[in-house]
């Protein structure tokens, strides 16, 4: 089953994907910040897509957040997400972007086409 990383500040939003992506099949983790989802990186979570949002509170935004986890594990997927601009960082090979609002189904399908999805 794969794992999704989820990394968005506003705690509804948090929940209403998790809870979208759980009843896909997949298995989240959270972390309501940037700076939180780096120090488990760092930790050895293991995840197979990284989900975040671009604007956050704390040191570390979600492009930072990208860049680190790239520089450690660069064959893992991203989706940045926001709903404060535009896409401001060009895209590594691997790497999407989603503006806010957006629909789970959305998500989803750029995540198939990234080669995740449940078996």
């Not at 691997?94 to 998500?107: G, S, V």
């Amino acid at each position: 089953m794969p794992i999704i990383l989820i990394v968005e500040d506003e705690s509804l939003i948090r929940e209403f994907i998790a809870d979208e992506l759980v009843d896909a099949g997949f298995e989240v983790l959270c972390s309501p910040t940037g700076d939180d989802a780096l120090q488990r990186v760092q930790s050895g979570a293991r995840f197979d897509l990284l989900f975040t949002d671009i604007r956050m509170p704390g040191a570390v935004d979600g492009w930072e957040l990208g860049r680190h986890v790239k520089d450690m594990l660069p064959d893992i997927p991203i989706v940045y997400v926001t709903g404060y601009s535009e896409q401001t960082h060009a895209l590594r090979e691997n790497e999407r972007f989603l503006t806010k609002p957006y629909r789970a189904e959305d998500l989803l399908k750029i995540m198939q086409g990234m080669g995740i999805s449940v078996s």
